[in-house]
Antibody, heavy 118, light 108 residues
């Protein structure tokens, strides 16, 4: 079955770190770019970061400001997001998404919830 | 950064009616690299339309997309009960990728 499953979300205090994972299955993982998108409670979708299949090109939203690092392990068919110096405004449901064709997101996971609060 | 503005914020319609959703970009979207997604409460977004007008696999033909440059439209020809949801446009022509703020289609 073609699917993405996120994990690693948790309740953490401001300033702490968290590492999210996204396990992919059912497709040739290293052929596709992957992205992270987040959604704050009751809000819209917000792009966070993306990485090409061979990790040769990486991009981040401005609000990341050097705090987050995206990576992937093609041998493990997994995508990661290392989040440091977390802030209350990082509280959101984090989705991983697979890129297809010209760059749209054709497959999404169900998300993992990150809550930043003291 | 390309800012996408969706209108209206909320669309109140009855099943069987036609829905027209607008997405306007602050600058031209490269190669019409614009997608539409549907999201229902508690679910992940689902791809409906890509490259402005191409329907994704398995999407009913009552969904159609059009537009180019800075103005794009998602049309649902006849609303079915399962179509009441929030719809987002997204541009992927230039980094950073950006989404509109969403249009909620609710039952009147």
């Amino acid at each position: 079955e073609v699917q993405l499953v996120e994990s690693g979300g948790d309740l953490v205090q401001p300033g702490r770190s968290l590492r999210l994972s996204c396990a992919a299955s059912g497709f040739t993982f290293d052929h596709y770019a992957m992205h992270w998108v987040r959604q704050a409670p009751g809000k819209g979708l917000e792009w966070v970061s993306g990485i090409t299949g061979n990790s040769g090109k990486i991009g981040y939203a401005d609000f990341v400001m050097g705090r987050f690092t995206i990576s992937r392990d093609n041998a493990k068919t997994s995508l990661y997001l290392q989040m440091n110096s977390l802030r209350a405004e990082d509280t959101a449901l984090y989705f991983c998404a697979k890129v297809a064709g010209t760059g749209y997101f054709d497959l999404w996971g169900r998300g993992t919830l990150v809550t930043v609060s003291s | 950064e390309i800012v996408l503005t969706q209108s209206p914020g909320t669309l109140s319609l009855s099943p069987g009616e036609r829905a027209t959703l607008s997405c306007r970009a602050s600058q031209s979207v490269s190669s019409s690299y614009l997608a539409w997604y549907q999201q229902k409460a508690g679910q992940a977004p689902r791809l409906l339309i890509y490259d402005a007008s191409s329907r994704a696999t398995g999407i009913p033909d009552r969904f159609s997309g059009s537009g180019s440059g800075t103005d794009f439209t998602l049309t649902i020809s006849r609303l079915e009960p399962e179509d009441f949801a929030v719809y987002y446009c997204q541009q992927y022509g230039s980094s950073p990728w950006t989404f509109g703020q969403g249009t909620k289609v609710e039952i009147k």
